[in-house]
């Protein structure tokens, strides 16, 4: 009888990663399937960060680094923070990390304790409950709602905090439901996290670049906070660099070393040649390279919301941010078609997967069973074929 850790055995697989894994399947069983599960932008890699990549490999640029990044690489991510967010960090508080999703499990396991509470707004990412789970904290979960923008308030986060609170994890723009906190939201926010001298930030802001309301707000501007707020971020989505893994944390210094400790021992540094692209990336100007792609996802948001207008049953936000749209499918529920009857939205997304051959995430990954995500980070025609099969499947329904 094979024997797993009760580690692995209380933590789920993402479902993100699982719905693409069985949209792949289905595409090699000769299936047409229009896959809009993954967070990938459908864009390439810009050629300058290609080519700084390949002369690396020429010079030989392959033996290890320092654990959180070399040198050089952390002074431009400092001087990244202070152009972009006017935030002020030093190389000795720069991690980098085989992605974001590293750099927040570092953070997490570097601070939660078992039995520590961790506030996790919902709809969240479904990597932050997970790795909760391996820390052996406590989610405290504050539900949100369409009306609300998805997005928390500082009398709510007040409500929610107790003794054993050590951190929240919050990420704007949002993934999944491309919600974007303002400067004031932030604010207020971090004057209730002030209160409570034990209580951390983890501030998830990967999609710092795919932002349609303006500049980006960073929840480490506010001094009275900084020194407890961990940014995370990274080159997957603003550069196209899924594949590349690279993130990056900016906190203060003894979480830096603690994370580049635990680091160590789990992968050491990341791939030398994806940071010798990341450093190219760091200093690229945003009008010639960056704000191409996110005007085109601004185009695809509004062509999504757009079709989706014309499908019954389906409410939303309207996302300032990533590319995601994040609908609530209640008005399904309950309705039936041959062998599907829709309890919730795993089997409105199973439905959607094997009628329309749409492959969309279940609500349930992010803290909701009555939502869809699709992300729309692929090209306009395809949007467009996946809205129609999906306004004709959902028609069968009833």
């Known amino acids: 009888m094979p024997h797993l850790s009760d580690r692995v055995n209380q933590i789920s697989e993402s479902q993100t990663i699982a719905m693409a894994r069985k949209s792949r399947e289905l595409k090699a069983a000769g299936i047409d399937i229009i896959s809009l599960s993954l967070g990938e932008p459908d864009f390439t890699t810009p050629q300058i960060i290609k080519d700084a990549a390949k002369k690396a490999i020429d010079e030989n640029f392959s033996y290890y680094t320092h654990v959180s990044g070399y040198l050089e690489l952390r002074q431009a991510i400092c001087e990244k923070f202070k152009r972009d967010n006017n935030l002020i960090y030093t190389p000795d508080e720069i991690v980098v990390s085989t992605g974001a999703k590293q750099s927040i499990a570092n953070a997490v ?45 500082a009398k709510q986060l007040e409500a929610a905090i107790t003794p054993k609170t050590r951190m929240i994890i919050l990420s704007t723009p949002c993934n999944p439901t491309g919600s974007v906190y303002t400067k004031a939201e932030l604010k207020a926010l971090a004057e209730v996290v002030s209160k409570h ?15 349609f309301v303006g500049g980006h707000e960073s929840f480490a501007q506010f001094d ?15 550069f196209a660099m899924t594949g ?11 979480i830096a070393q603690a994370c580049d400790k635990m680091q160590g021992q789990f992968t050491s ?27 085109a996802f601004l185009k695809r948001r509004d062509l999504v919301l757009k079709l989706m207008k014309d499908i019954p049953g389906l409410k939303t936000n309207v996302p300032q941010g990533a590319f995601y749209v994040y609908p609530e499918i209640s008005a399904y529920i309950g309705k039936k078609f041959e062998k599907y009857t829709i309890n919730n939205a795993t089997d409105l997304s199973l439905f959607l997967l094997d ?36 306004k004709e499947a959902l028609a069968k329904l009833q």
């Not at 939502?371 to 099969?389: Q, V």
């Open 269 to 295: 540094a990341t791939c030398s040649i994806t940071q010798r692209a990341m450093h190219v990336a760091m200093g690229l100007d945003y009008a010639t390279y960056i704000k191409p792609m996110r005007d």
């Open 224 to 238: 009275f906070i900084k020194d407890r707020v961990i940014t995370i971020n990274g080159v997957s989505k603003g």
């Open 197 to 211: 001298e034990e209580l951390y930030i983890l501030s998830d802001e990967i999609y710092e670049h795919i932002n």
């Open 244 to 254: 590349w893994r690279g993130g990056i944390m900016a906190a203060p210094k003894w």
């Open 355 to 390: 009628i329309a051959h749409v492959a969309l995430v279940p609500g349930a990954a992010f803290g909701d069973d009555k939502y869809i995500r699709f992300s729309y980070a692929t090209n306009e025609e395809k949007l467009t074929e996946a809205l129609k099969r999906m």
């Open 109 to 153: 396991l570097c601070i939660i304790n078992k039995g520590d509470e961790v506030i996790i707004p919902s709809p969240f990412w479904v990597s932050y409950l997970e790795i909760l789970k391996l820390a052996e904290g406590v989610p405290k979960i504050i539900n949100t709602n369409i009306e609300a923008d998805f997005k928390i308030t």
